[in-house]
């Protein structure tokens, strides 16, 4: 699959950055989140540098015969009755886990929002985990896992920080009217 995921993206047209994260548990905090595709180009890159990343898959997705693909694709199903609800669930399956990369797209929907969503945060603080940057930039056709964003303890400052991050790099999605770091 390695080399197939990596031939894909040759053929799309995309450069890979970065490689497989260098721990057993962290979050990798993607952007541009504007459509289903960055899932699949995002999937593709983490293949591609031989990792497995999972990702929140809200629970009514997983019917036959679909749930079964997504699962497969490192799809984890999650109840959203609350945020506080959701975030326990995650940091509850990485004390449970030996090996979780978790992708999270920090604007929490493809939609256009300037309020990013900041469980990212508070699962990394709470968990005890790295947090890194990905991007699925559709704009540079590029795709990757990059450095580890260190957090401080201010989930507003770090959220300024990762759209600043994202804006000076000039990423655009594939829906660029859906992206917005203001």
Request: net charge positive; aromatic share 14%; hydrophobic share 45%.
């Amino acid at each position: 699959m390695k080399f197939f995921a990596k031939f894909l993206l040759k053929i799309m047209g995309w450069k890979r950055i970065g490689t497989v994260a260098p721990v057993k548990k962290c979050i990798l905090l993607g952007a541009p989140h504007t459509s289903i595709w960055d899932f699949i180009i995002s999937w593709l890159f983490y293949k591609s540098v031989g990792g497995k990343a999972y990702c929140l898959v809200k629970e009514e997705l997983f019917f036959f015969p679909f749930g079964y693909l997504l699962k497969a694709m490192g799809g984890i199903p999650i109840k959203r009755d609350t945020a506080a609800g959701t975030v326990k669930q995650i940091i509850d399956r990485f004390e449970k886990a030996d090996y979780l990369h978790l992708a999270i797209a920090v604007e929490g929907t493809r939609k256009r929002t300037a309020k990013w969503k900041g469980g990212f945060h508070t699962i990394a603080k709470k968990a005890n985990i790295p947090v890194y940057f990905g991007i699925f930039d559709w704009k540079h056709k590029e795709v990757g896992r990059l450095d580890e964003f260190i957090l401080s303890d201010s989930m507003e400052e770090d959220i300024k920080r990762v759209k600043e991050f994202f804006r000076n790099r000039g990423v655009g999605g594939k829906n660029p009217e859906n992206f917005t770091t203001e």
